[in-house]
């Protein structure tokens, strides 16, 4: 989940000119990221080994 800290720093990170949809990528990023930190943390990961296994199987 986003906080307002780390809107504002992302917001911050940005160029002096921006359009909507870059905040909203950037924010969108922001939050996949920590989403993704999370589940490694909770353990919700795929080894390397078990990645390869699915893609052969395509």
């Known amino acids: 989940m986003l906080t307002k800290d ?3 720093k ?3 990170n940005l160029p002096e000119s921006f359009s909507i949809d870059e ?7 922001i939050e996949k990221v920590e989403e993704g930190l999370l589940q490694s ?3 919700k990961v795929i080894s390397n080994e078990d990645v390869k296994y699915i893609i052969d199987k395509w």
């Open 10 to 12: 992302s917001f911050d």
């Open 41 to 43: 943390k909770e353990g």
């Open 23 to 29: 905040l909203i990528d950037q924010l969108i990023f």
């Open 6 to 8: 780390k809107v504002k």
